[in-house]
């Protein structure tokens, strides 16, 4: 069963009815925690894998960067 990313309660399918994105309402796949209500669909799920996908990478840039050396006095 799926678990939630906030509270690891049971994630159920759901019908979600997206009235803002659109001119007019579309039916969509997607999952809700019946323990505190977070919902998860495709387009969610793939922009929290980008995010983290790019706070790892900045982190990894950061810790093999080289250390410059300081400045020599004239």
Same mark, same amino acid.
């Given at each position: @069963? ?5 509270? %690891? +309660?049971?994630?159920? !399918?759901? &019908? $979600?009815?997206?009235?803002? !994105? %659109? ?6 796949? +997607? $999952?809700?925690?019946?323990?505190? +209500?977070? /919902? !998860?669909? @495709?387009?969610? &799920?793939?922009? #929290?894998?980008?995010? !983290?996908?790019?706070? /790892? #990478? ?7 960067? @080289?250390? =410059?050396?300081?400045?020599? =006095? =004239?």
């Amino acid at each position: @069963p799926m678990t939630c990313t906030r509270c %690891s +309660g049971l994630m159920v !399918e759901d &019908h $979600l009815l997206d009235m803002q !994105e %659109s001119y007019v309402p579309m039916w969509m796949r +997607g $999952l809700r925690c019946v323990a505190c +209500g977070n /919902i !998860e669909d @495709p387009l969610i &799920h793939y922009n #929290r894998m980008m995010h !983290e996908a790019r706070r /790892i #990478r900045r982190r990894l840039l950061r810790a093999v960067q @080289p250390i =410059a050396p300081p400045a020599q =006095a =004239a």
